[in-house]
């Protein structure tokens, strides 16, 4: 069974920039979709983005325009570059696929 492991996170200032990381403990070429979630303090884990194995993507509508979905099939790792963010991106960051969650990787947006 793959594991997950995120990275990447920190206290960033508003209008600043993450890449976090997604490195998968086995292949992920023949994973379908994989996504990222979100969930900040108090409130329920939000999808945030999707990737396809055929590279298609998807967005929640807060973060259009900000963050970009991708992947690494040969690394085995799954990527969300953040720009623009926002003090309400504060939250854990959570790769998931299958079923199967990482561990999380915190981000802080400072005001």
């Known amino acids: 069974q793959v594991q997950l492991v995120e990275s990447g996170g920190g206290l960033v200032q508003a209008g600043g920039s993450l890449r976090l990381s997604c490195a998968a403990s086995g292949s992920i070429s023949s994973i379908n979709t994989m996504t990222w979630y979100r969930q900040a303090p108090g409130k329920q884990r939000d999808l945030v983005a999707a990737i396809t194995s055929g590279g298609s993507t998807m967005y929640a509508d807060s973060v259009k325009g900000r963050f970009t979905i991708s992947r690494d099939n040969a690394k085995n790792t799954v990527y969300l570059q953040m720009n623009d963010l926002k003090p309400e991106d504060t939250a854990n960051y959570y790769c998931?696929?299958?079923?199967?969650w990482g561990q999380g990787t915190l981000v802080t947006v400072s005001s």
């Open positions: 998931h696929t299958r079923g199967i």
